[in-house]
């Protein structure tokens, strides 16, 4: 049968590729990443088919959106609670639920999940059903591990912050907790939507510094200023009245949505002192009305997001500037791979060129939607990002030659048991109580998914 090469994505790599050391035989080879990810990452080359009836962006998203996955891929988490130096809390869901099951020095993908999402989003366990079960099972024997943010997936709000799509100290902490408990393990990224957007910002921030060895980003929107205005007002390129009216009407006002419901939900701990900022902007996000984004994170999250400096931002513009992370792709040091759909109809603009950084792939399909990527798999709907994924985390968590000396700031627990960063001590957290067994295939409270 003839390829289709429309349906062939483009993958772009800089000028020249990084060179990098890989575990052979009987030996180590300098293999460069373009290399690297044409033979042992072939499923990346591969053609997408959509499912004839999902033919376009809207509706491989809306399906995502709509859909009951409940069914699929069924994952057990085993889930930490860790206090933050601020107040704040987070939920660290790890898998195989059974921890006895895994070696302590086997890979660990560290997840970051999308805008109000958590460890039980499908297109998170479509991955790590297959990458936390046993080589014998057909899967890659890793460990995983959510990070689920501040208030999402069930997980307390006890300070008055939030999170966003810039806001990485949280990642910061929680890489210093999974690095100190595995200190021997390799730590391999992977983000969606929002949570990709957070990873990249970290990856860039830390530079050498970065305690995750490699970066896979799903969806990410990599310029925020023009994805949001993009969902508001439609493009040139995009006139018709369906995609204007869906971008305000459902996708925009959806996610601003959400993000009220989840605020609602945190609404007596983030006012808990009402004269503080956050209560404030609290009072006021709790009244929207079916908010764009725009509109939610002009009234909260430039405030909420994050904590000073450099919040709060005079207006969402500002805050967009800031906390895109297109710019941050240059300072990468660990290989990474940005996977994107040209008719995502949230993520309107994919800069393509990779900061002329020569550890960075980027690919882009013709068709996928937002996190959607559906195509008929034997007997069942499938995701074609599943498998380039996997091979992916497979070369940079098992292929590549790990450098041994530990990543990152030297760790130290601090008198009162916070774990801390020299030269960084204003981060720290300490494990506090409840957590236990989490079923991820249920869903604490009803947001819109797959965002």
């Known amino acids: ?90 939920g660290l869901d790890f898998a195989p639920a059974d921890q006895a099951r895994v070696k302590k020095d086997v890979p660990i993908i560290v997840v970051q999940h999308g805008l109000t999402g958590g460890s039980h989003e499908p297109y998170i366990r479509a991955i790590l059903n297959r990458a936390c079960a046993s080589v014998e099972e057909g899967g890659l024997g890793y460990r995983a591990v959510v990070i689920n943010f501040r208030g999402c997936a069930g997980v307390p709000v006890t300070s008055p912050l939030l999170y966003s799509a810039g806001h990485t100290d949280d990642t910061r902490t929680a890489l210093m907790y999974i690095a100190h408990q595995y200190p021997d393990a390799p730590l391999v990224g992977l983000g969606f939507s929002l949570g990709s957007n957070v990873l990249t910002r970290y990856l860039g921030e830390e530079g050498d510094r970065s305690r995750l060895q490699s970066g896979c980003v799903l969806a990410c929107s990599h310029v925020l200023r023009s994805m949001y205005s993009l969902l508001i007002i439609s493009p040139p390129f995009f006139s018709s009245l369906v995609n204007s009216f869906t971008g305000r009407y459902l996708y925009s006002r959806g996610m601003g949505s959400n993000l009220v419901r989840l605020v609602k939900h945190h609404s007596d701990a983030l006012m808990q002192d009402p004269e503080h900022e956050v209560a404030k902007a609290t009072r006021i996000a709790i009244t929207l009305k079916n908010p764009t984004m725009s509109k939610f994170d002009d009234t909260f999250t430039k405030i909420a997001g994050g904590p000073s400096p450099p919040f709060p931002f005079p207006d969402a513009d500002t805050y967009y500037i800031w906390v895109s992370s297109h710019g941050m792709v240059q300072n990468i040091k660990v290989p990474f791979l940005s996977i994107n759909s040209a008719d995502d109809p949230v993520v309107r603009h994919v800069p393509m060129d990779g900061g002329g950084n020569g550890l960075v792939v980027m690919a882009l399909t013709k068709n996928g939607g937002h996190l959607g990527w559906f195509q008929a798999g034997p007997g069942y709907v499938d995701r074609w990002t599943t498998k380039p994924v996997l091979e992916w985390l497979k070369v940079v968590g098992r292929d590549l030659v790990h450098d041994l000396k530990p990543r990152g700031l030297p760790l130290f627990t601090d008198n009162d048991g916070f774990l801390r960063e020299k030269g960084r001590e204003r981060l720290g957290c300490r494990v506090f109580e409840g957590g236990g067994l989490i079923d991820g295939n249920i869903v604490k409270y009803r947001v819109m998914q797959g965002l």
């Open 1 to 90: 049968m003839r390829r289709n090469t429309s349906r062939i994505p483009i993958v772009h790599f800089a000028s020249n590729p990084a060179l990098l050391q890989v575990n052979s035989r009987n030996d180590v080879d300098h293999v460069s990443l373009k290399a690297l990810v044409e033979t042992r990452c072939k499923s990346l080359f591969s053609e997408f088919r959509p499912l004839w009836w999902l033919f376009n962006g809207h509706l491989q998203t809306l399906y995502c959106i709509a859909r009951d996955f409940s069914k699929d891929d069924p994952m057990w988490y085993h889930r930490t609670y860790l206090r933050l130096a601020d107040g704040g809390t987070l």
